[in-house]
């Protein structure tokens, strides 16, 4: 085991060198068909040197490919400068630390909510409207709320890692490796079902845009209204109004009665 992040050891132990091809496509296309791979039941190692990369090949031969990738997506497919590369690799450097066993136990309990809600919203980002960087920023936003330790369990593990694996093949493939020593049959989507009862669900007011949020299975199927209320912008804007929700076909659309029952 690797003890510290070392992209370029990474990249030795995972691919062969002939698999080093370049230009083939370019980085958003290979982002966005590992996602449609992960989430739709095919999963298999996306390869990055086929992709080709605004970063110089200097810079990539002093980063590593991952850091490339994740500077480049931040910089909005433009070449990154050396403080995005840096930022990056720090990014990587914490995950990949977290991963390692630990002195001390884990101060922060996983939560899977997080990894249900950036689980769909990148779906969403990433299949619906193409945007990576904002597919990369709710994952972030999950890694930072609730972060993987090496004692979490393989669906928490597997979950996160398979997450990153548009991002950073490299470091999720190395990571997935050694959670269970294959990448996962199953799809994302089949995934997040083992978290039940803990669920999440596509909410959005009349009008206006859509979130996801986390609830329990049980208590929403049961009372959804009531399950809703617990979220304060959701709260925040039908106290004392007269409201209801419906299921929709993009998801639970809330609905606000207007005075004299217009």
Request: with cysteine.
């Amino acid at each position: 085991m690797i003890e510290r992040y070392n992209p370029h050891l990474i990249q030795k132990r995972i691919l062969p060198l002939h698999d080093r091809q370049q230009g083939l496509i370019s980085l958003e296309e290979d982002v966005i068909s590992q996602a449609r791979n992960i989430w739709g039941g095919n999963p298999k190692w996306s390869n990055p040197f086929r992709t080709q990369y605004q970063a110089a090949p200097e810079i990539i031969g002093e980063y590593g490919i991952d850091v490339a990738r994740i500077a480049e997506i931040t910089n909005s497919n433009r070449p990154p400068d050396e403080a995005l590369l840096e930022s990056s690799h720090r990014w990587l450097s914490r995950i990949y630390a977290r991963t390692l066993p630990a002195k001390k136990p884990a101060k922060q309990k996983w939560n899977p909510d997080q990894w249900l809600i950036a689980a769909l919203a990148a779906r969403d980002h990433l299949l619906t409207r193409g945007k990576m960087y904002v597919a990369l920023s709710v994952i972030k936003k999950a890694w930072k709320l609730s972060p993987i330790e090496h004692e979490a369990g393989i669906n928490e593990k597997t979950m996160a890692f398979v997450l990153l694996s548009p991002f950073a093949p490299c470091l999720a493939q190395t990571l997935l490796t050694r959670t269970d020593g294959t990448f996962p049959a199953t799809n994302l989507e089949e995934l997040c079902e083992s978290f039940y009862p803990r669920q999440a669900v596509k909410v959005g007011f009349y009008g206006g845009g859509w979130n996801w949020e986390v609830v329990d299975s049980h208590a929403f199927k049961k009372d959804p209204m009531g399950s809703l209320m617990e979220f304060q912008w959701i709260a925040k804007v039908v106290k004392g109004r007269e409201w209801s929700v419906r299921k929709d076909n993009e998801g639970w659309l809330i609905c606000l009665n207007l005075p004299n029952g217009k």
